[in-house]
């Protein structure tokens, strides 16, 4: 067993961010993840970061634009610590020295992004993610931080009370891909998740092929409740072939849509008179996708994005790796034809419920970044605000981890102050196949059978990993049966047909019947690779059971919220709700059935109310 005050899962972002903060505080810390720090998908990020830096802006401009970008869905606490924060953390990675890109008075630069009424994005290139991640890596060796790398974690140890806001979390088990050792590591103050979106439940997204959910999915089986899962961005841009992302910051720069007759839709057609290309992602994406639907596409699958009129000099100082990038996966050479691009999954705005402090319901478990929901975006997360919210609430949750007092929290977490009881019909039972008890446990959850509550940190830990021992040897020991790659096929293309940006009922009770014939079929499932080093395939078997509990969170939350709001739009209820719905959706894993509630909506700031208008751009 491997002992430390905080663990951090997860090396992108958010976790760096983390485990630099608890040191600070003089925690002894280590980071645990399933890939080496630089490979992390926060690295992947083109676009920048939002700050209020300038005059002329404010953090309470930023406040109301993340407001009004969530469709009045986000909660004031963490919105406005956003907002107020995000100034100095960058600041701070400027000093850290992160090469953001200048003007020639020496400010760092600044470019407009969508939905925003200042150009207060700060970025570097359009490889703002990739410097981030090296400038905090460099943190992080400097102070000597502990990371076991290529270590996938699999499971929480946390203690087993009827009620999860009593429990604690002592630690994870983790897998070392190396070796095949499963060990446990005990975190003596708190356990903080840093593992990124569930990209990999649909077929087509820009996220990484290691963008399973593991932290969502652990956290939900282990008893935290998930926060808004059915709200689901799909960006506009990216490359039809791969899902590659081309950066807002095109548009940012001035790069136009068209669509086959060569107009300029987003205003020709009135998607957004006023902001045009540089509206919400919500917007645009809907926009090209019904540009599409109506036969105004191109090959019948996506438009154009040109950004020849810019320059051959601009485009190379701004957004050179975009010219490579479209080369390279698409053949087309963006300073002499336009690009082809259409809408992919890109970020899950819901995640683990957590407070402004990053902390969850279980005593001693944090989550923060985009596996985590404070929530800060509500149902639409506006461009440029996933990087300042990595380094503001991976800080918080490092800190607060580490013992530091951050005061009380306004947003409250678990099934504490005022929430309702919800349902929804579905066609199917939702939840595990094999229901209860030790079987929920030998499938992947977190809790045993009920009733202990006397063990040591380090017994609960021990316990953890005899489990996953146990669930490990079963599927090494299989010698036939379904395998993982079928079953999440079987996934992505469901979601990617039925739980995309339009829904409609028919189609996401489709999803559901999908899903629980996935389910049964991962009854049966085995591991081809019998070898204990490198073994991808058991890895990517545990990543599918994580993959299946997501894809139908994500699902239920799209049936049972009937309005259209913000990322989620409904065929039969064409209008935001905000009489019925101005609530967050609440999921709870009962001991293998997802129980339904909703949580009302904190709209109340340090200096406002937020009143929600019409949204518009």
């Known amino acids: 067993m491997y002992e430390h005050d905080v663990i951090v899962v997860g090396a992108g972002g958010a976790g760096l961010r983390a485990a630099i903060a608890a040191q600070e505080e003089g925690a002894d810390v280590a980071i645990v993840s399933k890939l080496h720090p630089v490979r992390s998908h926060t690295g992947a990020a083109e676009g920048g970061i939002n700050a209020a830096l300038r005059e002329g802006d404010s953090w309470q401009d930023h406040a109301y634009d993340t407001m009004k970008g969530s469709d009045y869905l986000g909660d004031a606490p963490a919105i406005e610590t956003l907002a107020q924060d995000s100034p100095e953390e960058v600041i701070q990675l400027e000093h850290w020295g992160m090469a953001f890109s200048r003007d020639d008075d020496g400010r760092v630069s600044q470019r407009p992004f969508g939905g925003l ?97 593991d932290g969502v999915a652990m956290a939900y089986r282990a008893g935290v409740p998930i926060e808004d899962m059915e709200f689901i961005q799909f960006h506009p ?141 509500g149902s639409n997360r506006l461009g440029g605000n996933a990087l300042p919210e990595l380094i503001v609430f991976g800080k918080r949750a490092g800190a607060h981890a580490a013992g530091k007092d951050l005061g009380t929290a306004e947003i409250p977490t678990g099934q504490t102050g005022e929430y309702e009881v919800g349902e929804v019909d579905t066609p199917v039972a939702p939840g595990d196949v094999t229901a209860t008890g030790e079987d929920v446990v030998a499938d992947g959850g977190e809790r045993a059978d009920g009733g202990v509550t006397t063990l040591s940190g380090e017994e609960y830990v021990d316990r953890a990993v005899d489990a996953e021992q146990a669930r490990v040897e079963r599927l090494l020991e299989k010698e036939e049966g379904v395998q993982h790659a079928e079953i999440r096929s079987e996934v992505q293309e469901s979601m990617t047909r039925h739980v995309n940006v339009f829904r409609e009922q028919e189609g996401l009770e489709q999803a559901l019947r999908d899903l629980r014939h996935a389910r049964e079929r991962y009854e049966d499932v085995y591991v081809a690779d019998p070898s204990r080093t490198f073994n991808t395939d058991l890895i990517q078997t545990i990543e599918t059971r994580n993959l299946l509990d997501l894809a139908e969170a994500i699902t239920l939350g799209a049936l049972a919220r009937e309005e259209f709001r913000g990322a989620h739009w409904r065929r039969e209820f064409q209008e935001r709700d905000d009489e019925n719905w101005l609530k967050h959706t609440m999921l709870s894993w009962n001991d293998g059935s997802p129980e339904l509630w909703f949580r009302p909506v904190l709209l109340e700031g340090e200096e406002k109310t937020y009143e929600p208008k019409i949204r518009s751009y």
């Not at 060990?183 to 997204?205: E, W």
């Open 117 to 213: 009424s200042f150009p207060r994005t700060t970025y570097a290139g359009a490889e703002t993610g990739h410097q981030l991640l090296h400038t905090m890596y460099e943190q992080l060796v400097k102070r000597g931080i502990e990371v076991y790398d290529e270590w996938y974690v699999t499971r929480l140890a946390v203690s087993d009370e009827e009620r999860p806001e009593d429990r604690r979390c002592h630690g994870v088990v983790a897998y070392d891909i190396q070796s095949g050792e499963i060990s446990g590591f005990r975190a003596r103050k708190g356990v903080i998740l840093a593992t990124g979106g569930p990209g990999q439940v649909y077929d087509h997204t820009t996220n990484a092929v290691a963008n399973t959910g």
């Open 237 to 377: 841009t990216t490359l039809p072939s791969t899902g590659v992302l081309i950066t807002e910051g095109v548009r940012g720069e001035g790069g136009i849509l068209y669509n086959s007759e060569g107009e300029r839709f987003m205003f020709e057609h009135g998607y957004a008179n006023n902001a045009g290309e540089l509206a919400s992602r919500d917007v645009v994406s809907r926009a090209e996708l019904t540009e599409v639907n109506e036969g105004r596409g191109i090959d019948d699958e996506y438009v154009h994005l040109d950004m020849r009129h810019l320059g051959e000099e601009r485009i190379v100082d701004r957004l050179e790796n975009i010219i490579h990038l479209s080369k390279d996966f698409e053949g087309v050479d963006p300073l002499e034809e336009p690009m082809p691009v259409k809408p992919g999954q890109h970020y899950a705005m819901g995640g683990v419920e957590t407070d402004e402090n990053g902390e969850t319901a279980i005593t001693g478990l944090y989550a923060a970044g985009e596996c985590a929901c404070a929530s800060v975006h």
